[in-house]
């Protein structure tokens, strides 16, 4: 599996970036599509994950109300809508993916065995 993040820019604090992650190779009915990121000095965290089957979603605290994980089937593109930006979402954001991921482990980063290269989002003040 390959993963292709795009998107990420420099944004005022309030504004929105969508970000979009391709997916190429072989993928399942089972798979499961998870966006994380990594401040400087941060440990990466999760943001949000999307199974493929059924689209049950899943988010952290932080992206609660304002971040929506989404998928356009036919392209095999995994989306991260953020709204309200602030500048403690300043991070690089990765996407990432794994053909079977239970309910307990769907927000560790261990969990996941593809991920992308990185996008840079930059939310200023």
């Known amino acids: 599996v390959q993963l292709q993040a795009s998107g990420g820019g420099l944004v005022q604090a309030g504004g929105s970036l969508r970000l979009s992650c391709a997916v190429s190779g072989r993928t399942y009915s089972s798979t499961v599509t998870g966006w994380f990121r990594q401040a400087p000095g941060e440990e990466r965290e999760f943001v949000a994950a999307?199974?493929?089957?059924?689209?049950?979603?899943y988010y952290a605290d932080s992206a609660k109300g304002r971040f929506t994980i989404s998928r356009d089937s036919a392209e095999n593109t995994v989306f991260l809508q953020m709204n309200t930006l602030r500048p403690d979402d300043t991070a690089v954001y990765y996407c990432?993916?794994?053909?079977?991921?239970?309910?307990?482990?769907?927000?560790?980063?261990?969990?996941?065995?593809?991920w992308g290269q990185g996008t840079l989002v930059t939310v200023s003040s």
């Open positions: 999307l199974r493929w089957s059924g689209g049950n979603t």
């Open positions: 990432a993916a794994d053909n079977a991921i239970g309910l307990a482990t769907i927000k560790l980063r261990s969990a996941y065995k593809y």
